[in-house]
Structure formats: C-alpha cells, structure tokens
C-alpha cells in the first residue's frame, strides 16, 4: 500500500511569510500532483510533477519533487489571504497512473 | 463551459437506508472516478470507469457499495444499508483521457453524506 505523509498538518501565518510544505512517501510515484481545495469545493489541481528533481513555479509556488520520486515539497513566497486552503498531495504509480493516492492534506490559514 | 456536477450537495439518511448519489462528468470526458473523503482526511480513490465499464473497482469499501455509468456518461453511486461509518463527502472526477502521465483529474464539489 502507497502512502503520502504530509506535514505539517496544520499551518497559520501572516500575509507575507513564507511557507514550505510536505510529501513524503516509502514508494516511488510515476507522477505527483498538487491540489488545492477549498471549503464545500473539489480539489483543483495546481501542477503535476514527473521527473525526479523536477521543479516548477506557478507564480508564488515553487513545487519540486525528489530525485528519487517518493517525495515533493511546496513552497509559497509572501503568503497572501487568497492562499488559505488545504494542499493536497496525491500520487499517481504502483502500476497504475489513474489511481490516486492522496496524503491527508495541510490546512493552510493566511491572516491579513 | 460547465465542470463536473454531483447531486445532491447534501443528502441526510438513516441507518440502515439506501442511497443513490449521481455524477455529471465533463462533456467528452470518457474517464470517471469516484472517490471518498472523510473529515480530516484526503480523498480516497472508490472506483474508476472507462467508458461504461468499471476498469478498477478495488477502492469499494464492501459489498454494499456499487456504481454504474450505463451510456458512457453521468454515473450514480448506490450505497445500500448505509452505516454510520459511511458518512464522508463523496467526490467524483472526469478526466478527458486516461493512460496519460499527468492526465488532469477535475473534481465536482462533492456530495456530504450524512447518516444518523
């Protein structure tokens, strides 16, 4: 069985920090996505990570995934407010690229 | 254009009910997911069709869950004699294509079951 640790479990900053989150698994993925959802919403994906030391920005996040394809960190420069949320993790692998395997998330809060 | 739709957003049951809680995918979408997610927790995969056909079912928790998608399109998940334990937010997916590395999932906000 796949697992995802995420950590930390919960994150509450002020308006320009700076964050880094968790991923972290014992298997290797043939790709890890990042998603973000909010509260009554699905998640919505934001990137998907393939290669081993892959990076990519989207603006203000910065995710990369691990030489060796069993982890990946997401960081946020200069949090704002429209940044709360929970980030999921969800790897993809084990022979099969369709299913799933999300970790439990990090409750992101950002005060004004 | 319109994403992924679930009805009901809420449905509230009893012990021992049955339920049927149905997906919408995205026009053209030929891949469909179903996943669940309990309070505090990521999605869980359920169940994933290709077309009609259910191509992985392993993720049904027991016997008591089943899902169809009889023309290739909307899909219905049926819950008979729901338990306490059922009670989560069930989410459905759509993907255009599968087979592909990083095929993109778009998720429906979610049905909240509830059973008391």
């Known amino acids: 069985t796949q697992l995802l640790e995420q950590s930390p479990q919960f994150l509450s900053i002020q308006e320009g920090e700076n964050l880094t989150v968790y991923c972290n698994s014992s298997?290797?993925?043939?790709?890890l996505q990042w998603y973000r959802q909010e509260p009554g919403e699905g998640p919505v994906l934001l990137v998907t990570?393939?290669?081993?030391?892959e990076v990519k920005k989207l603006k203000r996040l910065t995710f990369q995934f691990g030489d060796a394809r069993k982890d990946s960190s997401l960081h946020i420069t200069a949090a704002q407010p429209g940044d709360t949320g929970l980030y999921l993790c969800?790897?993809?692998?084990?022979?099969?690229?369709?299913?799933?395997?999300f970790g439990k998330g990090t409750l992101l809060t950002v005060n004004p | 254009g319109a994403g992924v739709s679930q009805t009901p957003s809420n449905k509230v049951t009893e012990k021992g009910k049955y339920v049927e809680l149905r997906c919408d995918p995205i026009?053209?979408?030929?891949?469909l997911y179903w996943y669940r997610q309990s309070l505090g927790q990521g999605p869980e995969f359920l169940i994933y069709?290709?077309?009609?056909?259910?191509?992985?079912d392993s993720g049904l928790p027991n016997d008591r869950f089943f899902a169809v998608r009889p023309e290739g399109s909307v899909s219905t998940l049926k819950i008979q004699r729901t338990e306490r334990g059922d009670s989560a937010v069930y989410l459905c997916?759509?993907?255009?294509?599968?087979?592909?590395?990083?095929?993109?999932?778009?998720f429906g906000p979610g049905t909240r079951l509830t059973v008391l």
């Open positions: 997916a759509s993907s255009l294509i599968r087979g592909v590395q990083g095929n993109e999932q778009f």
């Open positions: 298997s290797v993925f043939s790709s």
């Open positions: 990570v393939v290669t081993g030391g």
């Open positions: 969800a790897g993809a692998g084990g022979g099969s690229n369709y299913k799933l395997t």
């Open positions: 026009s053209g979408h030929t891949a």
């Open positions: 069709f290709q077309g009609t056909g259910a191509a992985d």
